[in-house]
Structure formats: structure tokens, C-alpha cells
């Protein structure tokens, strides 16, 4: 290792034997965002020429050269710079070649000008030649012409094929196709932030050029892959910060080379296969530390005085428990990352008892539940007496943290040992040769360390304002009350997401939640007194029996309460088909008394405080029948 300052110029210099970088695809993606390029802007523009990017750590082996035979640099570190400086580039390639002729036609004359444009253009991207029907890795073909990219991005995410379109843009490649949704994607909204954000000055940009190519950087190379890892995680950076998953990463891949002569491309796609089982960042974090926690019972793992896996922790796990046994930790997270994905995406998999239930509690947000259900999914149906004990367990702790989130009881910092106590005591009756049995499990959750809330506890939060105090949960209670009428003729899906990802069905407010209360309603609930109808909206607006689901939320809006439950929409054959509160919903059919009589949201004439009390008071007797322990 031989750190070498150079600015950025010089790492991708147009002399002598030039550099090229290559993003090797066990990177992650481009991630990149407006904060980190503006960042980037005021920093070149804001600090004296020079300034330093921090360093550039590359894998640097001398049996990989270019086609033109010139060395070919693996980026460990650094990629999200090198990436965005190339668009940078282009950006001002761009302004040069365009916006600049406008206002100086004679420029295109200009000695320096062009020198200027032949330099970011071979900074950018290479003609090359080849021999031979098959291409070289890292050579690709534009209108008959062969090229190179100087600085080539990972093909994660269609990384590639963005830049490549971004140098059709700029007028460096004759053609490149148009990515789908490359848009939408992270490059090209780097390319369009800073076309937007750098002036067509042509002194701007001169001295823009001269501040971006006099940046500094120290560059690393070391001969092999754990070497440069190693050395990854030592350094500072800039730019986005590595996860603890990209940590743990780093270190186990660069251990099982290094320690146990594993390829690191093979290894690679192992962990791939636990991240395509666990997609989300946050979820991937959370399972990491779940893991420990589940199974710090045993030897093999448990760290001493490391109760707990928390977030400012988790490195430090993973470093010890791969420094124990790099191998033995990386195939029990592969296999325990297939039984996680079942517990974080239920939906996948065929429908059963078990899932529906699974389904359920990923609907409430029972994430710390998955801790105790990591461990007991991964035993041996032999340690169970009933063969239906994961799904009885599964339907109780649906009831159990439902009623948790509506009451924050237990508290949250207190769930971690509540799991690891439960885990505790089911090994225990494992360990001593018994059998675990679902009352077993149902007395440790009802009775012991993570003892319940009340029903009378459970009752009173649920009287409450239930939206204000939690959306999700208001949610989640709405929609399965209609569940319990559901049959084959009548079963809307209440869960289904829009192309956005976002609910179809969502809570709609009876009496208007908004601060502007129309007359036609100040006039019903509080004849005709808006003093005392806003009282009445404070008080009563958010509470379980003022709300309905709807999926045409945006046309029911603060309309009178006779339009809201009449609304209709035309078919394409010119009938009707009911939006408002007589659309059919079980939810909007759960009769209520009020003066003697039985109403419903589909029949009553009119909305009052008797009605919304009523009505709460109905549908809460229903939630505590339906989350009742049997115990209770």
C-alpha cells in the first residue's frame, strides 16, 4: 500500500499509461442524493482550490488491464465521488459545447476552448479498437465506433446504462438507449440537478473546470480484495455514510478470503442471497440484530457482558462473531434470512392459517415479535407437542401487540428482554429434554416479564381520539372489523396498495376533520352554533366511531353528510356504482342504537354526537371480543 496524493485531474489523467475505474457489481448502487451534490457544490465553490475529497481505495491488480492495456483500478472506496464528479463533467461538457456557442459563436474557434472539450471528453470516455466478433469486458459499441468509460459505474440498478445515456445527452456517445424509468433514478436526477445548478457563464465554468480538476484526493491501492476492505473501513469518507449491514459485509467477505480462501465473487452472491430475502436497509439492520438476540443462547455466539444487540452495537457484534468463525455465522445468517423473509413478507407465500396470521401481525407492526418467531421457526417440529403451536402463537401475539400499540404498554425499550426472556425459557424446556407447548408459551407471554395491558386499559385508549393517538393502528382496527363479515361473495381488499405503494382504502373522517367546518354540518351536529361544532370536531373527530375506510377519499372531502353516504360514480355502462356510505361495507353497516332505534352509517338520516358516541361504543365491545385472550 503506497497512498499517493493526486488530484482529480491526475486520477483520471489523459498522459502516459491512463487509469480506468471500474465499480465492481458487489457494490452497492449509486445512492446519492440533492444534499450530497449541493454539498459537493459548496464545497468546490466555497473552499480554495484544491480541497480535499478525501481518499480513493482500489483494488489493484496487475493481471487486469484495458483493452488499450492500460490498468484497470476495482473502486472499494469512492465510488459515489469518482460517479458524481464524471457527471459533473459531463454537466459542464455539456454547457460548453451548447449553452456557451449560443452567446459566443465565434468560441468554437477558439484554441482553448476546444482543448477544454477534448479534455473532459477523453476524461470521460475512450474510442478504443477492436479485433475480434466478441467484445472485451467493459467495452460496449455506439454507431460502429468502440468505447470505453474511464470511469464505469456498477450495472446495479441500471447504473450503467444511465451514465451511458447521460454521454448520449452531452453529445460524448452518438447513441445510447433510453433506460426505462431512468428518470426516476438517482444518475440521471444527479445529471438534471447540476444542469440546473451551474450557471452558462463561460469565466463560471472555466473556473469551475479548474476547481473540479484541482481536487484533491489520497489514492490507495492494495493487491487484493480483503486487504482493500480491511482498510474500508478504517478510513474517512466522504459522502453517504456505510450502513452497519455494508460494515458487516465488508469485514465478513474480506475474513472468508482471506482466512478461509473463499472467492469473494462467490461469497458475494451468498450475501446477495440473504439480501434478496431481506430487501429493505432498515429490515436487513433490524435482522442482524434480531439474530443475536434470538440465538445468543447459544455459545457459538453469545459475547460476554452483551446482553442485547442494539444499533450502537451491532459492528462490534458481528466483528467478534466473525473473528469466532466467519464461516460457521455466514451459513446460519443464510439459512436464517430465508425464515425471516417468510416472517417480513408472509404475502409471498401460499395461503394458510399460519401465514393469514403471519400477514396480520405484519400488518400491526409486530417487528420486535420476530425476534421470539425467528427462534421458534427455526426449531424441529419435534419440539413441539402440537403441530399448530406456530400458529396459535402467531394469532396471540396479533392480539398481544395489537393491544401493546394502542396502549404503548409494554414499553418499547423493554421488548428486546421480554423476547430474549421468552427464548430463555422455551430453550430451557428444550435443554431438558421436554416439549414446548402452546400454553406453555401462551403463560410466559400473558404472565411473565411482558405482562399485558389490561382490557379495561385496552378499552379506555380505544374510546379515546384512537386516530390522533395512532393512524396505523385506527387503521388496521377499521379494517378488521369489516374482516369479520367478510365472505366468498364479499371480500374487498381493504390492503390493496396503489402504484405508489400507498393504501387504496383509506381513513375517512365522517364529521370533517378540516379547520374551515362547512355550514351544512355546523348546522347537523350543532345546530347551527360553530363555536360549539368545533368544540364537538376536538373532541369527537378522530375517535373510532367518526371513521369509515373509503376508496375514493379525495371525493367524499367535506361534502354534506347526505352526499357523502349517496355518492356514486357512472359505470361504463351507464349504472351507478356507489362510492359514499352506502357502498356496501360491512364497516358502514354495524348497526348502533340511538334514541331507541338501531341506525347504521348506510341508513341513519343524520350525524350526531349520540351517533358518533354510539357508534364507538359498538365497535369497541367488537375489538375487545375480537383481541380477547383466553384468559380473559
Known sequence: MIPTELTFANLISIEGNQWHYHIPRFQREYVWRKNNWSKLLEDIYDNDPGHYMGSIICVNDATELSPTNELIYEVVDGQQRLTTLSILLACIYSKLLNEVVVNNPDIKQDHDYIIKLNSISQRLIKKVSVSGKKLPWGIFKSERIFYCLRVQPSTQENNLEDYQYILKEVGLLPNADYPRNCGNRRLYKAFKYFLNHISDDYDFLNDLLDRVYRLSFIHISEASQS??????????????????????????????????????????????????????????????????????????????????????????????????????????????????NQLIDPEEYRRSALNNALVNLARISAVPSYTFLLYLFSLDDSCFDDSQVKEKVVELLCKYYFRRNITDYPNTRDLDAINIDLIEQCQNKITNGKEISYSFI???????????????????????????????????????????????????????????????????????????????????????????????????????????????????????????????????????????????????????????????????????????????????????????????
Open 227 to 340: 486487504k482493500a476492505f480491511m482498510l474500508f473501513e478504517t478510513l474517512n469518507y466522504r459522502g453517504v455514510p456505510l450502513s452497519a449491514i455494508d460494515i458487516i459485509k465488508n469485514k465478513m467477505l474480506s475474513t472468508l478470503e482471506s482466512k478461509y480462501g473463499e472467492k469473494i465473487e462467490d461469497s458475494y452472491d451468498e450475501w446477495q442471497e440473504i439480501l434478496n430475502n431481506i430487501p429493505e436497509e432498515a429490515d436487513q439492520d433490524r435482522f442482524l440484530r434480531q439474530f443475536y438476540n434470538a440465538f445468543k443462547y447459544d455459545k457459538k455466539i453469545k459475547i460476554d457482558k452483551i446482553t442485547r444487540a442494539t444499533r450502537s452495537n451491532i459492528i462490534s457484534i458481528y466483528e467478534n462473531l466473525i473473528k469466532k468463525n466467519a464461516k460457521d455465522i455466514f451459513d446460519q445468517l443464510k439459512e436464517k434470512a430465508e425464515i425471516y
Open 442 to 632: 401462551s403463560k410466559v407471554v400473558l404472565m411473565g416479564k411482558g405482562k399485558p395491558s389490561s382490557s379495561e386499559t385496552l378499552k379506555d385508549a380505544l374510546l379515546d381520539n384512537l386516530f390522533y393517538n395512532n393512524e396505523g393502528m385506527a387503521r388496521y382496527a377499521l379494517a378488521r372489523l369489516d374482516e369479520t363479515s367478510h365472505t366468498r361473495e364479499y371480500a374487498p381488499n381493504l390492503w390493496e396498495r396503489n402504484e405508489k405503494g400507498l393504501y387504496v382504502w383509506t381513513v375517512e373522517h365522517i364529521f370533517p376533520q378540516g379547520k374551515n367546518i362547512p355550514t351544512d354540518w355546523v348546522e347537523m351536529i350543532a345546530d347551527g352554533d360553530r363555536e360549539k361544532a368545533e368544540k364537538i370536531q376536538d373532541e369527537w373527530v378522530h375517535c373510532l366511531g367518526n371513521l369509515t375506510l373509503s376508496g375514493y377519499n379525495s371525493k367524499l372531502s367535506n361534502q354534506s353528510f347526505k352526499k357523502k353516504q349517496e355518492k356514486s360514480l357512472a359505470s361504463v355502462f351507464g349504472n351507478k356504482i356507489r362510492i359514499g356510505f352506502k357502498n356496501g361495507l360491512a364497516l358502514n353497516n354495524i348497526e348502533f342504537p340511538s334514541n331507541g332505534e338501531d341506525y347504521s352509517l348506510a341508513t341513519t338520516k343524520k350525524w350526531t354526537v349520540d351517533h358518533i358516541n354510539s357508534r364507538n361504543k359498538i365497535m369497541v365491545k367488537m375489538l375487545l371480543k375480537l383481541f380477547k385472550f383466553d384468559n380473559e
